[in-house]
T-cell receptor, first 114, second 113 residues
Framework: DVKVTQSSRYLVKRTGEKVFLECVQD?????MFWYRQDPGLGLRLIYF???????EKGDIPEGYSVSREKKERFSLILESASTNQTSMYLC?????????????FGPGTRLLVL | DQQVKQNSPSLSVQEGRISILNCDYTNSMFDYFLWYKKYPAEGPTFLISISSIKDKNEDGRFTVFLNKSAKHLSLHIVPSQPGDSAVYFC????????????FGGGTRLMVKP
């Protein structure tokens, strides 16, 4: 069974703080993704990575950065948290085979920025 | 501009009846479509998918229909069960875009006993 874990289920941070969200997958997947989920907007892709040290911008990368130093770990960084980054953050991973690979999601981190 | 849209934010159905969830897309380059199911406090889980070379895919109680000319797909759940109550997301991908998925806004399904 694929397992994707996220370091925190709930986080409360203050405006301007640097925030790290960690994601680990145990299936040796090539691809990893960070999304945010907001009501009515579904899941929007922030960044993804198809290999160690590789990253690509998604649809809404502004205000975020990522790091992938090891294959199993993909970190999302909010350099200076703002209230409009209050959201549910979801990490996902998938294999590096055909483009029709299923993405497997972690349980999510609900971030509140005050 | 949302390329994948789920126009019904919620749907309520009686147990045992059919649930039909709809999804529309605008990008004709999408060629693979998926449905994910999400319970509160959990991540989305893959439910069923369909390639653009097909117009129907069935898996137990779940069937996905694709109408390419209308750029429309639907998920049918028959019979609906209370455990099906969740948020359902439609997603689409393009063959030349690796594994990137574009999601719709989701539909909350409530199945009443």
């Amino acid at each position: 069974d694929v397992k994707v874990t996220q370091s925190s289920r709930y986080l409360v941070k203050r405006t301007g703080e640097k925030v790290f969200l960690e994601c680990v997958q145990d299936m040796d997947h090539e691809n990893m993704f960070w999304y945010r989920q907001d009501p009515g907007l579904g899941l929007r892709l922030i960044y993804f990575s198809y290999d160690v040290k590789m990253k690509e911008k998604g649809d809404i990368p502004e205000g975020y950065s990522v790091s992938r130093e090891k294959k199993e770990r993909f970190s999302l960084i909010l350099e200076s948290a703002s209230t409009n980054q209050t959201s549910m953050y979801l990490c996902a991973s998938s294999g590096g085979g055909t483009y029709q690979e299923t993405q497997y999601f972690g349980p999510g981190t609900r971030l509140l920025v005050l | 501009d949302q390329q994948v849209k789920q126009n019904s934010p919620s749907l309520s159905v009686q147990e045992g009846r059919i649930s039909i969830l709809n999804c529309d897309y605008t990008n004709s380059m999408f060629d693979y479509f998926l449905w994910y199911k999400k319970y509160p406090a959990e991540g989305p889980t893959f439910l069923i998918s369909i390639s653009s070379i097909k117009d129907k895919n069935e898996d137990g109680r779940f069937t996905v229909f694709l109408n390419k000319s209308a750029k429309h797909l639907s998920l049918h759940i028959v019979p609906s069960q209370p455990g099906d109550s969740a948020v359902y997301f439609c997603a689409a991908s393009k063959g030349n875009a690796g594994n990137m998925l574009t999601f719709g806004g989701g539909t909350r399904l409530m199945v009443k006993p």
